[in-house]
């Protein structure tokens, strides 16, 4: 509400329509962008988010054809199926992206995430994190008296239920890499 | 073979190459280089502006009246971000144009440098496409590139950042056919399912209403011949956006006059009331669709546009149809033709009944006064005087614009300049000068407002350095028309400094900068001072004292639907009702 009491919504006043036009469920989406690997490119496809107003829920990007200079951003995104429309289609219309993917409406794909996670403890919280780690079949990258450091891969909700098990153990840090995506089959 | 050269002597070299004719700039230290180049050269003249914003819409003003990409040359840090406005209107316009700026030497580049700003980084949002040339060997191809880019597809701002070692260094020209283009081939042919789809729907419709809009324009004066066609044989009649009014003749019998939010009446009640739109090279911008929920409830709608995010933006489209609007429209014509060019003639007939209806309404007409020139009767004998010129017309933005399109007829496409989207006042006289230079015995007219006008009057230097005879009509209410008028409307009559209380004398101001004045202030004396404007062999400013309360009707309110349109003062009343005042 503002001072005036205007409710939000209402537009009389205004230069624009406040109004939210589609009532849709949000959707969540994950994006493979397949973009020229040249300076700025990057910054390009973030400030068209930023710009537009649209989320960024995960984003991951590396070069993956050194010789034709193409790299692969991963983004996951939500938005009602509008918005989602429109953010594919102003990737696919900016210069340097060559290809847009939205693997979740492309078909079966697969989703997966490193991550870090530094676990300090003793005695029976050190010996029960590293059996959850290996259920969990993480590894140990590195390892001091009193701490773990293990390594996972994973859907991000497995990393999450990992995330949840260990905060009681001792749970110090955590580095995550964002989503890489890609479809499955050929 | 391949020439070597300077990082200068090549930016000289691609622009010739792309033949480009006229450059519009200003120097400064980062672009050095590129100036003695050009000062050792015939081929290309470059117009001095006073200011970069004037470059940059000059170039538009350019592009606009030739279909040709503007290009424009200005140095780095304020020089580049004084470019940002220009840029940001030419995107929202999708006007085709090249800013070439100077940049502080690679190996200087981050460390806060004299005159050094993030060009790339705060020109991203604003340009279809930018550059920063660090290799000499690469600049050509990039020059080249940035053309092809600005012009192909949906048009618009490219920029491209070249630092000062780069101009200095010797590298390899690279010519424009091997220059990297393949890459963006935007899609110009329409899907023929979709158009044969529309073409049925065409054949079946009741109520069929024609929106077109600046993509018209910008596919070429064929499209516009085209949709001529097109309209003429269906009998079908047509509306246009501000961005698109000379596509269709205004003396074509099947024009309904500009829609939207100060559109004619006829034309968004023909949009409200629609069984099939066909929006052609328009994108359903909020000043036409009014509220969204009540927009043109009950018709099919075809959306032909070069730019596949346009389409399901805003609006749901029943035809989607992703081209250029050329093509598609060839496309339309030749599939409609070969089913034997139907039409549900008894039902667009009655259609025609209905419009001429709302055409009876004369939502034009207002009261005219013996004593006070209204600025509607200014425009109106402006067109009546000037018509049969060689006519090109610029406007700045507020009341004084909507009352041009509204008053002012246009025959032909590439007539009509005027800050659309983003709405830049301080748009027109730079425009100006960038049409006359195009087209140098042609009349161009520039319709302001005063606080506009004032907002880039130092372009009158240029139009007297370079002699072009652009003429300034002014029409000075002493207010923000338009936020006066919203203010009265909307705002309990609160007029919080939209007026200015100390206005230059305009007369004295054109004698000062070398050019003729004029003021006329009774509407008596309006026919022989235009006259005499249009007499002048040079450029005139025009003080044309207008009425002072005058608002700009017909109106849609903001969030309201097309029916929902207010024609004039009595109208108003409903709008600040009890609820509104609290608001206002």
């Not at chain 1, 949000?26 to 490119?41: C, K, R, S, W």
């Not at chain 2, 991203?124 to 040339?133: A, E, F, G, Q, S």
């Not at chain 2, 730079?430 to 009349?443: E, K, M, T, Y």
């Amino acid at each position: 509400m503002s001072p005036l009491k205007i409710d939000k919504g209402s537009s009389s006043h205004s230069a624009y329509d406040l109004r939210s036009h589609m009532s849709d469920a949000i959707e969540t989406h994950t994006l493979a962008v397949l973009v020229q690997n040249e300076a700025g490119v990057l910054a390009r496809v973030i400030g068209l988010f930023s710009g537009r107003g649209y989320n960024i829920e995960s984003l991951t990007v590396a070069e993956v054809d050194h010789q034709g200079h193409r790299s692969r951003i991963t983004i996951v995104t939500s938005g009602t199926p509008q918005v989602i429309h429109q953010i594919k289609m102003q990737l696919d219309r900016m210069v340097p992206v060559h290809e847009v993917h939205d693997l979740t409406v492309e078909g079966p794909h697969v989703s997966r995430e490193l991550a870090l996670f530094k676990v300090q403890g003793k005695g029976d919280h050190r010996v029960e994190a590293l059996r959850t780690a290996e259920i969990f079949r993480a590894n140990v990258v590195d390892s001091t008296l009193e701490s773990f450091v293990f390594e996972i891969t994973g859907t991000p909700e497995k990393i999450e239920a990992f995330a949840d098990l260990m905060r009681p153990l001792g749970l110090l840090e955590v580095a995550r890499t964002g989503v890489a995506a890609i479809s499955r089959g050929t | 073979m391949t020439r070597q050269m300077t990082g200068a002597k090549m930016v000289v070299e691609a622009l010739i190459e792309q033949g480009v004719d006229t450059v519009f700039g200003y120097p400064g230290g980062a672009v050095l280089p590129i100036y003695d180049e050009i000062f050792q050269q015939n081929h290309i003249e470059h117009i001095l502006v006073r200011h970069e914003q004037g470059a940059v819409h000059a170039a538009e003003g350019y592009a606009r009246a030739t279909g040709k990409p503007g290009v424009v040359l200005v140095t780095s840090g304020p020089g580049a971000t004084n470019a940002v406005t220009g840029l940001t209107d030419a995107l929202m316009d999708s006007i085709p144009i090249v800013v070439l700026t100077g940049q502080v030497p690679t190996f200087m580049i981050g460390s806060d440098a004299f005159q050094e700003a993030d060009t790339v980084g705060i020109t991203r949002p604003c340009t279809k496409m930018n550059w920063l040339v660090k290799e000499t060997d690469h600049l050509a191809s990039t020059i080249h590139e940035a053309f092809h880019i600005s012009t192909k597809g949906r048009p618009g701002p490219v920029l491209v950042d070249i630092p000062k070692d780069v101009q200095f260094a010797t590298g390899d020209y690279v010519e424009k056919p091997r220059a990297k283009t393949d890459h963006y081939q935007p899609r110009i042919k329409g899907d023929v399912e979709t158009i044969t789809a529309l073409v049925e729907a065409i054949e079946q419709a009741e109520r069929p209403v024609f929106y077109t809009g600046g993509g018209v324009i910008n596919s070429g004066p064929a499209a516009s011949g085209l949709l001529r066609e097109l309209v003429d044989q269906t009998g079908f009649p047509i509306t246009s956006t501000l961005m698109g009014l000379g596509a269709y003749p205004a003396s074509g019998e099947k024009w309904l006059g500009m829609l939207g939010m100060h559109g004619l009446y006829e034309a968004n009640l023909a949009m409200h009331g629609c069984d099939l739109m066909i929006n052609i090279g328009a994108r359903f911008d909020d000043r036409i669709t009014g509220r969204i929920a009540d927009f043109s409830p009950n018709s099919l709608k075809a959306h032909v546009d070069i730019d596949p995010s346009s389409i399901n933006k805003v609006i749901h489209a029943d035809f989607p149809i992703i081209g250029d609007v050329g093509h598609v429209l060839e496309d339309i014509l030749r599939i409609w033709k070969a089913r034997g060019s139907k039409t549900n003639k008894g039902a667009v007939k009655n259609w025609w009944g209905q419009i001429a209806d709302w055409r009876a309404i004369n939502c034009l007409s207002f009261k005219n006064s013996e004593k006070t020139i209204k600025p509607q009767y200014a425009l109106q004998r402006l067109e009546a005087l000037t018509k049969d010129h060689d006519r090109y017309i610029t406007t700045e933005v507020g009341q004084h614009q909507m009352w041009a399109a509204q008053y002012l007829g246009f025959e032909d496409p590439n007539r009509w300049m005027t800050s659309g989207g983003l709405g830049t006042m301080g748009y027109g006289t730079p425009a100006s000068i960038g049409v006359q230079v195009a087209h140098r015995d042609a009349l161009v007219i520039n319709v302001a407002g005063e606080a506009s006008w004032l907002m880039n009057m130092q372009e009158m230097g240029t139009a007297v350095q370079y002699r072009l005879p652009v003429k300034q009509f002014i029409m000075n209410n002493e207010r923000l028309g338009m936020v006066r008028q919203w203010q009265e409307l909307l705002h309990g009559e609160r007029y919080s400094h939209s007026w200015s209380e100390a206005l230059p004398d305009f007369v004295k101001l054109a004698e000062a900068f070398g050019c003729k004045g004029i003021k006329c202030d009774n509407p008596d004396d309006l026919d022989e001072a235009i006259k005499e404007m249009l007499a002048y062999d040079g450029p005139v400013i025009f003080d044309c004292l207008v009425e002072k309360h005058e608002n700009c009707f017909p109106m849609i309110p903001s969030g309201k639907a097309h029916n929902e349109m207010l024609l004039g003062e009595a109208d108003t009343q409903g709008v600040i009702d009890a609820k509104g005042s609290v608001l206002v």
